[in-house]
Each structure stands twice: as structure tokens, then as C-alpha cells.
């Protein structure tokens, strides 16, 4: 039985340039999310999200496996962030941001699947948190990097992002910052970590020259 890697059957969402911002069109693609906020540091909601994600994940994977004879390797980690004041997301202000952490799930794999893998994680881990969900989510055109680092050194990155390329390119901000954690941070030194930055965006229109 083959087994798919979604890092390499889509190559150009999971393998940016770690110089040069890329242009990308993502597909829409099915998600196992779950929201929050807070530190995710500290988050309590934070580590039990992360652990429910990928309960259920490999539990749809090994019964995609048994029923469908369709092995495929779980994807990343993954997460939207974003807060009401865009002023603490860029300062570092933890505590108050937002999130929705995901992973992605094939296509192939039935919505069935997914409610009994839900149910298998649940009699090791108690009650679902709340909001854990499978849906597809549309993100389009985006531009991407790999930052090779700390989390927290993600900030000049970010402001080149939005105070060169995006103004150079004519962009807008078009959905929340959205991080792909290709690195396990419980086993790669900080400085190593390996996390695609992406932003969605969307052009922004030409004005019209008056009319002569």
C-alpha cells in the first residue's frame, strides 16, 4: 500500500524559499480546528487543542487505512493567528491573542470517519473541547516564507512582509496570519525551527485616471 505525503504531492504549499517571499494559490482544503485564545505558551486550551488534533488525526489516518486501504502521512501542525487590536499581535501581547489551530485532513476520508476517530480519542482523553470541527477552509492567494528560527524572531520577517512586499506588490491584508509548523519543537532546538509564515492577501485596484 502507497502512503501519501501531502508536503511532497503539494509541494509548492509546504517548500518556500527561506530568502525570497513566494506567491501562492492554495487550494481549498478540509481541516480538523479548533479556536482559542490566550498565551499559547501558557494556554492550558492551547496544549489540549494540540493534543486532540492530532489524536483525532492519526485515528482518521490508521481507519482511512483499515477501511479505505489509504495510507497517507498526518500533515503539520498549523495556526491562524490574530487579535482584536492589531496592535498586540505585533507587539507580542500574548495574552490577548486569538487562534485557530488545525491540521489538514484528505478529502478521501469520509465526514464518518472523522465522528468515530472522535469518539476513539474521546475515551482517552474525556470530553472534546469545545468547537473541534472538520471544515474546508478557503484561503487563495497568499504569500509565504520559511523562517528558520525562534517564534519570537519572527517579527522583522513579518514587517518586511507588510512594509515592503505587500506595498511593493499592491496588496492587502486578505485573512489572518496563518504559521505551518514543519519543525516539532519538543525534539529541534530553537534556532532550527523550521515555520512557514504565510498571508493571505488580495490586490489591491488600480485607481481610475479621470476622464479627459
Do not use: C
Request: aromatic share 10%; glycine share 6%; hydrophobic share 35%.
Amino acid at each position: 500500500m502507497s502512503k501519501t505525503d501531502f508536503k511532497k504531492s503539494m509541494k509548492s504549499l509546504y517548500d518556500p524559499s527561506a530568502q525570497e517571499f513566494s506567491k501562492v494559490n492554495v487550494p481549498i482544503l478540509s481541516f480538523l480546528t479548533i479556536d482559542g485564545e490566550g498565551d499559547p505558551n501558557t494556554a492550558g486550551e492551547y496544549r489540549t487543542g494540540v493534543e486532540w488534533l492530532f489524536g483525532v488525526s492519526y485515528a482518521m489516518k490508521f481507519a482511512a487505512k483499515a477501511s479505505l486501504a489509504r495510507d497517507y502521512v498526518v500533515p503539520p501542525l498549523e495556526a491562524l493567528w490574530w487579535a482584536d487590536d492589531p496592535k498586540d499581535f505585533v507587539n507580542g501581547t500574548k495574552d490577548r491573542w486569538k487562534w485557530t489551530i488545525m491540521i489538514m485532513t484528505p478529502e478521501f476520508v469520509p465526514d464518518a470517519l472523522f465522528d468515530a476517530a472522535v469518539e476513539k480519542t474521546g475515551k482517552k482523553l474525556g470530553k472534546p473541547p469545545a468547537g473541534l470541527r472538520r471544515e474546508a477552509y478557503d484561503e487563495g492567494l497568499s504569500l509565504q516564507i520559511l523562517h528558520v528560527g525562534s517564534y519570537d524572531d519572527e517579527a522583522p520577517t513579518l514587517k518586511r512582509l507588510h512594509e515592503v512586499e505587500m506595498p511593493a506588490r499592491n496588496l492587502a491584508f486578505n485573512g489572518p496570519h496563518h504559521e505551518i509548523y514543519l519543525s516539532d519543537p519538543r525534539k529541534v532546538e530553537a534556532s532550527k525551527l523550521r515555520t512557514i509564515l504565510r498571508q493571505p492577501v488580495r490586490p489591491i485596484a488600480s485607481p481610475r485616471h479621470p476622464p479627459e
